[in-house]
């Protein structure tokens, strides 16, 4: 069996369980962690994700990172300039997080997702170089009032993440759910 059909199959024994009402924000992130050379086939099997969640019980919503930079970017009255002078771009970068919580409010209201739904972030690898995953899950955790599934593409070990195994990782407070860990 595939590394992310186990995956699935962790993933639906976990979100089978029943949810706790009074968890806080970091204890609601869940983390599906598959290894970075697997992209494509989990993005291909996004929708059995979605199943098993619906078969739990729970709605679904799946907001899309991936090209939130381009967009942002492309919108800013001076990208011709930064694309000449990327040495400019770190001062600009907060924006871009303010930029992916408005998106991702919005996004919310019009789904309408309530304490019942899983919202899942897909395209975390596009944030790598720009912000930190945990920049990110921290703003967006508390707006998700039932659960954050991340698609973390990288690794975990030791209660340790790590974004396309390319820098230092860090700790969270999520639930680690690979392809090798059984619930």
Same mark, same amino acid.
């Given at each position: ?23 806080? *924000? ?17 993005? *291909? ?9 619906? =078969? =739990? ?55 309408? *997702? ?70």
């Amino acid at each position: 069996m595939s590394r992310i059909k186990r995956l699935i199959q962790s993933y639906s024994k976990y979100v089978a369980v029943p949810w706790r009402n009074d968890a806080a *924000a970091a204890q609601r992130v869940i983390f599906c962690v598959y290894n970075e050379t697997e992209e494509l086939r989990l993005r *291909a099997k996004i929708d059995e994700f979605e199943i098993a969640t619906r =078969a =739990a019980g729970h709605e679904w919503a799946l907001f899309d990172l991936t090209d939130t930079f381009p967009n942002w970017i492309a919108s800013q009255r001076y990208a011709k300039s930064y694309f000449q002078k990327p040495s400019l771009l770190p001062t600009l970068l907060p924006k871009y997080l303010t930029y992916i919580e408005t998106e991702f409010t919005t996004f919310m209201q019009d789904r309408g *997702a309530d304490d019942n739904f899983v919202v899942a972030l897909k395209g975390v690898g596009s944030l790598f170089g720009f912000l930190k995953v945990k920049e990110v899950v921290d703003k967006l955790a508390p707006m998700a009032k039932g659960r954050l599934l991340v698609f973390f593409p990288g690794s975990f070990e030791d209660n340790n993440y790590r974004l396309l195994d390319g820098y230092d990782g860090w700790n969270y407070l999520a639930v680690p759910i690979t392809a090798d860990k059984e619930f």
